[in-house]
């Protein structure tokens, strides 16, 4: 059976030090397999930023595990880490992020020479993701000049540039009126089936989480199965 593309093993995370550490995650353990779109849905304050940042090696947890397609990353060094994170996983947040003095075809490509492709080759495969994300007229414009779901999008073409087998979104649609959080989650749940990786995104909007394929909430520090109530 293939390796689960993201796993958390007792994850426990704490804030602070002395008498005001505040235990945030409590031995959460998660799998997300190769293909799957998992929906994280749980109050504010209750630890989902902090799981998709120990998730995607932003922040190393207190104790526990994290593996991602079967390699235990929690014990890396930070480049290696750092590789890890460039390879192998995208972000989207809630705000887009994009480099404003760049146009959309540049944000896209910019993950990609990082990575070492040569401009002609990113700038190609930047298209053909704003083609796909349907903003390829918009290539040449700055953020500044585009509207919010077109910049989401965007900054949804950037995040999966380097082809990562993992996608964490925090908020993905969070800063979008009703109607672009569906159009915009409709291209990023295009995406994530065509390119079959796995996705656990952080989202408020139910609509959206129905569409998953399953839904988790975070319950007392513990990854918790939200489907079963
Ligand atoms: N760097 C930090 N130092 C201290 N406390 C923090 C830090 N980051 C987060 N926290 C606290 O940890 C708790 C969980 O925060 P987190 O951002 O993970 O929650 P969340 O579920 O994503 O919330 P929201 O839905 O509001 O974004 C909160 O009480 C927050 O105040």
Known sequence: MANPSLELKSIVHEYGQGDSVLQILKGASM??????????????GTGKSTLLQIAGLLEKPTSGEVFLNGREASALDDDARTAFRRNDVGFVYQFHHLLPEFTARENVMLPQLIAGLSPREAAERADQMLDYLKIGHRADH???ELSGGEQQRVAIGRA??????????DEPTGNLDPGTAGYVFEALEALVRQSGLSA?????????????DRRVTLQDGLVVDRDAD
């Open 200 to 212: 656990l995104i952080a989202t408020h909007n139910l609509e959206i989480a129905a569409r998953m």
């Open 31 to 44: 799998k997300l397999m190769p293909g799957e779109m998992v929906a994280l849905v749980a109050p504010s």
């Open 160 to 169: 999966v540039a380097n082809a990562p087998r993992l996608l964490l979104a």
């Open 142 to 144: 700055r953020p500044a």
